[in-house]
């Protein structure tokens, strides 16, 4: 009988371990699912190259109207993250544009704002070519204060 | 007689302002022509696209290789400020990198240290192509965490 008894408090034992780590587990499961975390969050990331041409005789008034909406967006969307804008050296009416949003309801929402509509009529006459490019993020290195 | 040594006290009066004006003003001049301002600093970042074409086969490899070597640069190089390295969705191994230094000087150092050069060597059988493109900042919006 003592045999008896002993095994059926291990497997009691057992039993309540069992039912222990598989809420644990159950639990980091979810965790992971269904966290808004960091490397969840890059992984939804739109990022886009924007290859633009423009009239070398409105290329100032283009400048400055993709630099306010760039300013506009970034300050009042939350989910409009990053823009670069550079011109070549060479020819400074080919500019390119590396675009980041947190995700591509992000960027559905931010073609519908004021801004980026008044951005795009504004520039409509000035613009001769635009290609957009989807991309993936290899990887990103930057000084702290950059 | 009263009134000459008043015009008198007077010239001596302006003369001394004008001694001031004179240095504050040169004090300035000289703060504006030689400070590290912010300004300053960003007029002479040098700022470039880099076009690479990667083997295909060969398209993991290169990008551990490359994340290495942007990694190293802007933790051990004061000059080196950021990168951003994507790859077309449509063509993984179109890569394009945004680079910024702080200055020619800082990208001629760059390519000199060993991280940068073992970079090169580790990809030099990878890469089918090579366009590097000399660009000027037409400006940059983030958000504060980006």
Same mark, same amino acid.
């Given at each position: ?10 497997m009691n ?8 780590w598989?809420y644990?587990?159950?639990a980091?499961m979810a ?14 990331r739109?990022?886009?190259?924007a ?8 290329? %100032?008034?283009? *400048?400055?109207?993709l630099? %306010? ?7 009042? %969307?939350?989910?409009v ?6 011109? @070549? ?7 390119t544009i590396? %675009? ?6 992000a960027?559905?929402a931010h ?10 009529a504004?520039?409509? *006459? ?5 290609e957009?490019? @989807?991309?993936?993020?290899i ?8």
């Amino acid at each position: 009988m003592r045999s008896i008894t002993a095994n059926y408090r291990t497997m009691n034992t057992m039993k309540k371990y069992f039912n222990y780590w598989f809420y644990v587990i159950l639990a980091a499961m979810a965790a992971i699912l269904f966290s808004p975390g960091q490397a969840d969050a890059q992984d939804h990331r739109m990022i886009r190259l924007a290859k633009i041409t423009v009239d070398p005789a409105q290329l %100032e008034q283009y *400048n400055a109207a993709l630099k %306010e909406q760039m300013t506009t967006a970034v300050k009042v %969307e939350p989910g409009v993250l990053t823009y670069y804008a550079v011109a @070549d050296k060479a020819n400074p009416a080919h500019i390119t544009i590396l %675009e980041i949003y947190a995700d591509t309801a992000a960027y559905k929402a931010h073609i519908l704002t004021p801004h980026f509509k008044k951005y795009k009529a504004t520039v409509q *006459n000035m613009v001769k070519s635009l290609e957009l490019v @989807d991309v993936n993020l290899i990887g990103a290195a930057k000084k702290p204060d950059m």
